[in-house]
């Protein structure tokens, strides 16, 4: 029947988190035991603002070429941590520069 089982056994070793082995959720205290440093992220900083850049020109293809590559999606601002005053500014920008043809809409 599709593999799904409806009765209690389906969750019964994994439901407490007490289960032994390497490779389960439960048990986060292990780790700490044993010293393993944790990666530390980096805060993403708006390019913009620390070049200080006030306006994004339109006609500056060298600065929106990497907002949107060759796919043409805009990039969100998880990815290059762009404020959101200057994200859109930028999609702006690239709208623009894509409708008089500095920018492609997609790749072919």
Excluded at 20 to 29: E, I, K, Q
Excluded at 46 to 55: P, Q
Aim: glycine share 12%; with cysteine.
């Amino acid at each position: 029947m599709g593999g799904f089982s409806s009765g209690p056994k389906a969750f019964s070793a994994s439901r407490d988190g007490k289960k032994a082995g390497a490779g389960g959720r439960g048990g986060g205290a292990d780790k700490k035991e044993q010293g393993k440093r944790y990666f530390f992220r980096r805060r993403k900083v708006c390019k913009f603002c620390a070049d200080k850049i006030d306006y994004i020109d339109y006609k500056d293809v060298k600065l929106l070429g990497p907002f949107a590559p060759e796919r043409g999606k805009i990039l969100p601002r998880r990815m290059f941590g762009t404020c959101a005053e200057h994200q859109r500014t930028l999609t702006l920008a690239i709208k623009r520069a894509r409708s008089i043809a500095l920018l492609p809409f997609a790749a072919e």
